[in-house]
């Protein structure tokens, strides 16, 4: 049970330090030294390998032909890729998680685990008392009770059982 007090101590503490680090607004990514700095654009020619996105600014590149190696080329495909800038009236849209919603996951995947763990100590702690009170039961029907006759000097023992109340 300690155990379970200390994860969950370094988890708050943890939550707590992901808290403090600041959100930039859309098309914005973080630095450390200087703060929220605006995307790069992919200059033409090359095409958005990843999008920007929390700390880490667009990264561009040529296509990754080799990924598309089991594929046949075309004459159409082999010429170099033109990225579609787009127009104000079309804006791309990135899937992606805020930060809110990460530590939304990170606390309920601790809440299930820490769920987990107090149901298996229950239901430890239930098996353990199930287990002493049978011990119990079995130790008081197993004893015999002896008695000496004092007219023949003999000890004649009877075995006896608990009969439950109900």
């Given at each position: 049970?300690?155990?379970?007090?200390?994860?969950?101590?370094?988890?708050v503490i943890?939550?707590?330090?992901?808290?403090?680090?600041?959100?930039?607004?859309s098309?914005?990514?973080f630095?450390?030294?200087?703060?929220c700095?605006?995307?790069?654009?992919?200059?033409?020619?090359?095409?958005?390998l990843?999008?920007?996105?929390?700390?880490?600014d667009?990264?561009?590149?040529?296509?990754?032909?080799?990924?598309?190696?089991?594929?046949?080329?075309?004459?159409?495909?082999?010429?170099?890729?033109t990225?579609?800038?787009p127009?104000?009236?079309?804006?791309?849209?990135?899937?992606?998680?805020?930060?809110?919603?990460?530590?939304?996951?990170?606390t309920?995947?601790?809440?299930?685990?820490?769920?987990?763990?107090?149901v298996?100590?229950?239901?430890?702690?239930?098996v353990?008392?199930y287990?002493?009170?049978?011990?119990?039961?079995?130790a008081?029907?197993?004893?015999?009770?002896?008695?000496?006759?004092?007219?023949?000097?003999?000890?004649s023992c009877?075995?006896?059982?608990?009969?439950?109340?109900?």
């Amino acid at each position: 049970m300690p155990s379970v007090v200390v994860f969950l101590v370094v988890a708050v503490i943890l939550c707590g330090a992901a808290a403090s680090t600041p959100s930039c607004p859309s098309m914005h990514f973080f630095v450390q030294e200087e703060g929220c700095r605006k995307c790069s654009e992919c200059s033409e020619g090359q095409v958005m390998l990843r999008p920007c996105y929390g700390d880490r600014d667009t990264t561009c590149g040529l296509f990754p032909w080799s990924e598309f190696k089991g594929k046949p080329v075309t004459s159409d495909e082999s010429s170099t890729p033109t990225p579609k800038t787009p127009s104000n009236d079309e804006t791309l849209v990135w899937p992606e998680k805020t930060e809110g919603d990460r530590w939304f996951t990170i606390t309920m995947v601790l809440v299930v685990i820490l769920v987990i763990a107090m149901v298996g100590g229950i239901v430890a702690l239930l098996v353990l008392c199930y287990v002493c009170r049978q011990r119990k039961l079995r130790a008081i029907t197993e004893e015999s009770a002896c008695v000496e006759e004092p007219l023949t000097k003999q000890i004649s023992c009877e075995q006896f059982t608990l009969v439950r109340e109900t």
